[in-house]
């Protein structure tokens, strides 16, 4: 049974830095692309960023790049999205995902979703 866990969430202030976990479990997970995605209320969900199986590859929405980074630890079947200097438009559930096939922003290509872990910035 395949587990993605998000965990990491929580409120911070505007400017302020959170890193979000994954922990995925019942997968080859070194084989599996992971996705961020996020919602927020009232809106759809939203592609966040990419990384590549191997690692060696990062994709940002326009909207967190040079803020989010992503990365992912293949031993320990973890990834990680680091955000920094948070705006009140970043407020959302957070999710991870997996996806077998190849790197894409599309949220319909991954197979596997984590719950989500909400991350709200005050402003």
């Known amino acids: 049974q395949v587990q993605l866990v998000e965990s990491g969430g929580g409120l911070v202030q505007a400017g302020g830095s959170l890193r979000l976990s994954c922990a995925a479990s019942g997968l080859t997970f070194s084989n599996y692309h992971m996705g961020w995605f996020r919602q927020a209320p009232g809106k759809e969900r939203e592609f966040v960023g990419y990384?590549?199986?191997?690692?060696?590859?990062?994709y940002y929405a326009d909207s967190v790049k040079g803020r989010f980074t992503i990365s992912r630890d293949n031993a320990n079947n973890a990834v990680y999205l680091q955000m920094i200097t948070l705006k009140s438009e970043d407020t959302a559930v957070y999710y991870c995902a997996a996806n077998l096939y190849g790197v894409t922003t599309r949220s319909a290509a991954y197979g596997y979703w984590g719950q989500g872990t909400q991350v709200t910035v005050s402003s």
């Open positions: 990384i590549s199986r191997s690692g060696g590859t990062t």
